[in-house]
């Protein structure tokens, strides 16, 4: 480290610390009238929101919550989930956001792992609760949320329900100073082999995070912007990154917000449209689901802007979208990375100058890394890619806010840290305008004689077929080539299709020069329904696992 | 302190420090054809910039500059400013920015107090450095700034010309990490009696003011807004608290950029006019003479937005800005917070449902405190005051983004920094709204049957009478009511007026109930100029020393 001028402090100068309460500190003054609005249940106004927030850290520090012990919240996205997001760091305590959607040994390891001591849970969750109840090694103090004010018949031992609780608790509580670098949120990732891995961010990478990201959103002279007279509805659960860490900005920000408890699609648009939702985010899966709806066709989405990630766009989800006015941009991140990396700007000679198709295909990439992000391309060996749009390799970066290991996972958090950059096990190219292309996840790339094929790719071509509703790229083992693609295809309603005329179909991109012809699957099996995870990714893992063996069989 | 939870790293975990050099990530693929542009001499873009900021740095280090040394820039606004203030904290040096408009003896001795090793100086000053030179203690290397490559005669011991130097060093500069904590920048601020006094910003906190800043400027949907569409121009000096930070917003955000040099009227608004700027800030004084210019009246400013800042904007100087188009809004700092406090919001309510001269009350009030500033009033006792719109006291600051001492001075840095909280020296009030009105400057403060009158305040009415182009009203010693106000007015060419003329005007605003009998001033002088300091600021320290005894003659 070389030797910079770095001078004491006044005796009596404040050492701000960045602390996830000061992003509190706008909402009193800005729009304070701005409403948080749970499902057509509940809706209160940011001065409301401040005194439950003091209320509900008095509620926990009662139920004997320490600052560095972890309150774990099983619940929908919820008025209270938010109140969870801020009032839970600021004590100093960590807050833990179970994956409700993980399996009830999952649940249990990751409650046990997290050392969790003080549980909300939604009554929805309490036959999973009740049923590990007693495996629990740490939780030992339960609180109720539940929409009604009943109190469920249970054998837990709940010290009260979240809203009598609050009711009788002081409304102000004084939030202390501490250290930056403390932990303020856990939750686990999953998906490849293993247990589940804690993540973890600390206030300092909240508090940049938030930073960087409204910036980026809001400074950013481009389509899909979110700025503080946006209506906001999560469409990630808030379990998953902090329903990509979008609550802490609208926050900030004073915006109006919607929390659609669990997601129904009924509930969603009619939420959308009455609330006059401008903003939101989700999966891919998602936003099919709610473009195929019926109900879909028959209100005005033109106002909604949509930031689609957790999995690559396929373009012609991106059309359907856009026939119904929606605006969408891509993000890509992941639960280590806290997790915006990178998101979609489309350069003035684009939206000046670019063909719709053009406007669509920059749309779906990844778009640029945001600021105070470094993203690189390695190879196998970790040497550095050039960003040429050729050259593909797995990305890894730094950025004010990566997790800095797994919790209690020392081998699987130096792997994760490898020479200095968090792996990201994704693969991607960089064009030369900077633009990121994912081309898969390390471990979904099918290796062909010799060649890197990108699964989403495929998927992406097959996808544009008028009958495909949904499509999943694999590779299966091959004598010969080493691997090659299969592909599972679920078809729309009505249409029918033979094997022949996809291929037929994905040779005329061959011969477009768009794709080799060893990119066209060798099998595709037709299907009523792909493989999900529980964040409802494309689950490749079991597609490989229970499929691989029909794949070989089939034609 | 509580005991939060705080984990360790990962072995080779990347702790990512906030340094100066992170803000220039986003310029190479955002928009890298936007421009910087210098006056009617020079352009180029943000690949070049980048370029330019390497070959500075490898210019810098072969003319010995060192970590933690300090370079000095004596210079208009230039496009080599804006390469310094990168260039410089880049390397791990600080970058002194000198008040070219300070004293011989003052430059002279911040330069000696700074301990300045390189010196970077515009030709013009030459004659300036030439007389310092030998009582210079520190700086012994010097560069020339000159817009024409010829080198002026002179007996300082110049390493070369900039553009030659530059031309002639390496194209990359492997720009280290450091502690986020180092000193970046430094200058003086003058105004009260004794040394100027060194503030200094470290890179955490200009990278900090930066976010916070764009997200103010961009994320809150309001007028005056600052996005990377914008051009910018800054017509407050490089050398005043970085041009107010914004120079690092605009690099961030990939803006065109455009540099005045010298201000001259003829060349803003030709620049202004020429460019397309859409985006500056500045004192009153220097948009008082652009308004009152001749050439403003026969232009379309209408694209022009300007943040006021420095002291007061009057209404009626407000209005003259809105009768041309010119969107207005203020802005509240000084030289220690870095300097952005407070900035106006017109929320929702004002837009939408007040009145014109509402939303001209608002524009020129200070505004709301922006993301993460904690504001507070605290009365002669230190004891905290109410937000009421009606308690007046001192403003006293938390940020993460203000200087921690003045440099080498410990009594003054005790003082700033009593109790924890910056002291501001600016007296005001904080209406129920939160919006801040600064009524006056601690020491200008008029102390008068014990009450405490804002000359300001009397300026502000004043300055709405159609005659009266500028005021100043002071304090001047009474015996029986310890201080009473006095005026200095100059009027608008053409204009004459009798002192009664001015009191009865004032009377009306008695009559109105907006002040108190006893605001009106006893005594008036009509005068052609009022003095200025050397930052365009009214200066009041000496019409007092020069003006009572006339004051006291005067009716």
């Known amino acids: 480290m070389i030797h910079t001028k770095i001078l004491p402090p006044a005796a009596s100068a404040y050492e701000y610390p960045l602390l996830v309460k000061n992003l509190l500190l706008t909402t009193l003054h ?261 473009v195929s709806s019926p109900l879909a066709q028959t209100v005005d989405l033109s106002q909604w802007k949509v930031i689609i990630g957790g999995s690559a766009l396929p373009k012609g989800l991106a059309q359907a979208a856009a026939d119904l006015g929606i605006q969408l941009i891509t993000g890509y991140g992941m639960s280590e990375t806290c997790p915006i990396l990178t998101l979609t700007y489309l350069k003035e000679r684009i939206l000046s100058r670019g063909t719709p198709e053009e406007e669509i295909t920059y749309r779906t990439k990844a778009g640029l890394p945001i600021p105070l992000v470094q993203l690189r391309l390695i190879d196998e060996e970790g040497k550095v890619l050039p960003h040429d749009g050729v050259s593909t390799g797995e990305i890894v970066v730094r950025a004010p806010w990566l997790t800095q290991s797994y919790f209690k996972e020392t081998a699987l958090s130096d792997q994760l840290w490898q020479d200095g950059w968090l792996h990201t096990g994704d693969v991607a190219s960089v064009n030369l305008e900077g633009y990121v292309q994912i081309s898969d996840r390390l471990k979904d790339v099918i290796k062909t004689g010799g060649e890197w094929v990108s699964s989403l790719e495929i998927e992406n071509l097959m996808s544009q077929h008028e009958a495909v509703s949904e499509v999943a790229v694999i590779g299966f083992p091959d004598e010969r080539w080493g691997e090659r693609p299969g592909a599972l295809v679920v078809l729309k309603p009505g249409c029918h299709m033979a094997v022949a005329d996809i291929k037929t179909f994905m040779y005329g991109f061959v011969q477009q020069g768009k794709i080799n012809e060893w990119y066209i699957p060798d099998r595709i099996i037709f299907t009523q329904a792909i493989p999900k995870t529980i964040v409802g990714k494309i689950d490749k893992k079991r597609i490989r696992a229970e499929m691989a063996a029909t794949l070989q069989r089939a034609m």
């Open 30 to 290: 800005y729009e304070p009238d701005n409403e948080i609005v749970y499902r057509d249940r509940i809706r209160y106004d940011y001065r409301k929101l401040n005194e439950r927030i003091h209320r509900l850290a008095n509620t926990l520090a009662a139920a004997g919550l320490q600052p560095g012990e972890t309150a774990a919240v099983l619940d929908w996205d919820t008025h209270r989930y938010l109140e969870c997001f801020f009032a839970v760091p600021m004590m100093g305590a960590v807050l833990h956001t179970v994956n409700i959607r993980l399996s009830r040994e999952q649940i249990l390891y990751t409650m046990n792992h997290a050392e969790d001591k003080v549980v909300l849970v939604n009554a929805e969750f309490l036959p999973l609760l009740e049923s590990i109840k007693d495996e629990l090694t740490t939780a030992k103090t339960f609180i109720l949320l539940h929409d009604d004010n009943t109190v469920p018949s249970t054998n837990l031992p709940f010290i009260g329900e979240y809203e009598a609780l609050l009711a009788a608790a002081p409304t102000y509580y004084n939030f202390p100073d501490f250290d930056e670098n403390s932990v303020a949120t856990i939750f686990y990732t999953t998906g490849t082999t293993g247990s589940p891995k804690g993540v973890y961010f600390t206030h300092r990478q909240l508090v940049l995070h938030t930073l960087a990201g409204s910036t980026t959103l809001g400074s950013y002279e481009t389509t899909v912007r979110f700025r503080s007279n946006d209506v906001y509805m999560p469409i990630t659960p808030m379990f998953h990154v902090h329903a990509w860490g979008i609550p802490y900005i609208a926050t900030m920000l004073g915006t109006k917000q919607v929390y659609p408890g669990k997601y129904e699609p009924e509930m969603l648009l009619k939420l959308l449209i009455q609330e006059k939702v401008t903003f939101s985010h989700c999966v891919p899966t998602i936003l099919h689901m709610l």
